[in-house]
């Protein structure tokens, strides 16, 4: 089983997702087919990064291996670990690539033996978050998140995170992605309550913070006005003041620090392909993408936007809130659940 511990809301997103692949490919038979189509020149990736941050490095990595077709597919962290269990379980992997930033994923997926060990050629040239590196996933960029705000809302910016369990400007108008569909948020649920207890989610729900439906959502719903302010990520706040959003991303003192690990799977159909993409994500001319886009890369040697405001690489990973990934890992499912009924 690609997981063991996901519970009824899992299970329930692993079936829905099977079906809509039965139902809208023709089963098992156009899955065979689509397995046999994906040639050694084209390589498939999964991946929660927006188009914001994905597409040039794609662009890029295509420009320097012309031969080798691309075909990336996103969406929220929680959507593909079904979409790979609901794969696995008809027996046809279609991936050879997961980038996402749900890292206890990850080492799911090293101790169920899914990952190919693989340290990229440039590897002693990187910042690595993870004391247990092996070579099964490296990160590829060091994500942050902060309270994200609209100006027009909102003009005596939060700058700690208890005030947003206090503060009336944000009384019931406070968003946090789902942690069950959003593996950033997911993390960090987990970091902040690993920095002030479970407590701080219950003031929070006190105050009346809404759960949103995704990273990107909540994001949105900031930008248009209809909350005041949400925990969000750092390049899709970019994104969106890049086309004229009216925010700010404040950063706390206490850092949310969110790997996002790159892995090419052990069964990866191009698995050749697969290796010279995660060699070129992490090269100067792709991770130099990845600040332009507005979040932290694993690079020192490439040039920090001034307009985002971003902590440099070495101060993010100085700083970042420290965390067990495995003991999350075990806890999981018990964060997503409380989570879940404290915000329905």
């Known amino acids: 089983m690609m997981l063991k511990k ?26 065979k087919q689509n397995a046999a189509k994906n040639s050694a020149n084209k390589l498939v990736i999964y991946t929660s990064m927006k188009e914001s941050l994905i597409g040039g490095i794609v662009e890029g990595f295509k420009k320097q291996n012309p031969g080798i077709e ?32 749900e890292v206890p994923d990850f080492y799911e997926m090293k101790n169920d033996g899914l990952l190919e060990k693989f340290q990229p050629d440039v590897f002693n040239e990187l910042l690595n978050p993870f004391d ?5 996933f490296t990160a590829a960029r060091l994500g942050t998140l902060g309270i994200v705000i609209n100006t027009d809302k909102v003009t ?4 700690d995170w208890q005030n947003i369990t206090t503060d009336p400007v944000y009384k019931n108008s406070f968003g946090i992605a789902d942690p069950a569909l959003s593996g950033t948020s997911f993390m960090s649920v987990a970091l902040l309550e690993k920095q002030f207890g479970w407590d701080y989610f219950v003031k929070l729900r006190e105050n009346g913070a809404i ?13 248009d006005g209809n909350l005041n302010a949400c925990l969000g990520v750092d390049y ?28 090419i799977f052990k069964d990866a159909p191009n698995k050749e392909a697969a290796k010279k993409f995660v060699n070129y994500l992490l090269t100067k001319e792709a991770q130099q993408m990845v600040a332009n886009a507005g979040t932290v890369p694993v690079r020192t040697d490439v040039k920090m936007p001034d307009k985002y405001n971003l902590p440099s690489p070495e101060l993010t990973l100085a700083t970042g809130i420290k965390i067990d ?18 915000f329905k």
């Open 6 to 31: 996901f519970g009824t809301v899992f299970l329930l997103t692993t079936v829905m997702i099977f079906s809509a692949i039965a139902g809208g490919c023709g089963g098992d038979t156009n899955q």
């Open 156 to 159: 005596n910016f939060a700058t």
């Open 325 to 342: 990934y495995n003991e999350v890992l075990k806890n999981k499912e018990e964060i997503v659940k409380k989570f879940s009924e404290l």
């Open 70 to 101: 691309v075909d990336y597919q996103s969406a929220g962290a929680g959507k593909i670990m079904a979409k790979l269990a609901a794969e696995r379980q008809s027996g046809h992997l279609l991936a050879d690539i997961i980038w996402t930033s």
């Open 211 to 223: 759960k949103s439906k995704g990273s990107g959502r909540v994001v949105d719903d900031t930008a």
């Open 236 to 263: 899709i706040t970019a994104a969106k003041i890049d086309k004229g959003a009216h925010l700010v991303m404040v950063y706390p003192k206490e850092l949310l620090m969110v790997p996002s690990p790159v892995a």
């Open 132 to 136: 247990d590196y092996d070579g099964s």
